[in-house]
């Protein structure tokens, strides 16, 4: 069993490209919890992802070419246990009303440790792989938004440093907006 974040390693997925189906099965599972925001707005049909999503999973590992993100994996043994990405700030699809977007900011997104792997430092570590990135990128501050029933991730990400914020989305359910001011 590994228990000290020593063992894990977080790369990011353009670097490492056969991890890539594993990151897909990952961000799938993720997408398709029970309590996601995928779920929660009915999006999917017999489970399966609304296409925009395929397509983005389809786009792996160059979800993010041509911007200024990335998606990371963090691996044990070159399994992955966890994923996460950044990129710039934009406005979700589902947003009914545009919000100012300020200079500087980026994004976590499709953070997702399976629960086998929760505990040992693997979100913490995929995060802090991500702020040093974003901070390399030229961002200065980080915005989530974690569905408000998962009170595990809201502590998490405080524990982490972001506080809640104004939402900068609207998804048409309860969520928590956080965010971090990066910096060195």
């Given at each position: 069993?590994?228990?000290?974040?020593?063992?894990?390693e977080?790369?990011?997925?353009?670097?490492?490209?056969?991890?890539?189906r594993?990151?897909r099965?990952?961000i799938?599972e993720?997408?398709?919890?029970?309590?996601?925001?995928?779920?929660?707005l009915?999006?999917?049909?017999d489970?399966a992802?609304?296409d925009?999503?395929?397509?983005e999973l389809d786009?792996?590992p160059?979800l993010?070419s041509g911007?200024?993100?990335?998606?990371?994996?963090?691996t044990i043994?070159?399994?992955?246990?966890?994923t996460?990405?950044?990129?710039?700030?934009?406005?979700?699809?589902h947003?009914?009303?545009?919000?100012?977007i300020p200079p500087?900011?980026?994004?976590?997104?499709r953070?997702?440790?399976?629960s086998t792997?929760?505990?040992?430092?693997?979100?913490?570590?995929?995060?802090q792989?991500?702020?040093?990135k974003a901070l390399?990128?030229?961002f200065?501050?980080m915005?989530?938004d974690?569905?408000?029933n998962r009170q595990?991730s809201?502590?998490?990400?405080?524990?982490?440093g972001f506080?809640?914020?104004?939402?900068?989305h609207d998804?048409?359910?309860?969520?928590?907006?956080?965010?971090?001011?990066?910096?060195?």
């Amino acid at each position: 069993m590994v228990n000290e974040s020593r063992d894990i390693e977080v790369v990011d997925l353009g670097t490492r490209p056969e991890l890539t189906r594993q990151v897909r099965d990952l961000i799938s599972e993720f997408l398709l919890l029970g309590d996601s925001w995928v779920v929660l707005l009915g999006l999917t049909q017999d489970g399966a992802l609304p296409d925009y999503l395929v397509a983005e999973l389809d786009a792996l590992p160059g979800l993010t070419s041509g911007t200024t993100g990335m998606v990371a994996v963090a691996t044990i043994k070159n399994q992955a246990c966890g994923t996460g990405q950044i990129r710039p700030f934009r406005e979700s699809q589902h947003d009914e009303k545009a919000v100012e977007i300020p200079p500087g900011l980026c994004e976590l997104k499709r953070m997702y440790v399976p629960s086998t792997y929760q505990r040992r430092g693997v979100g913490k570590l995929i995060v802090q792989f991500l702020t040093e990135k974003a901070l390399d990128l030229g961002f200065r501050e980080m915005y989530l938004d974690v569905t408000s029933n998962r009170q595990g991730s809201i502590e998490f990400y405080e524990s982490l440093g972001f506080q809640p914020c104004r939402a900068r989305h609207d998804y048409g359910h309860s969520v928590v907006s956080m965010s971090k001011v990066l910096g060195r």
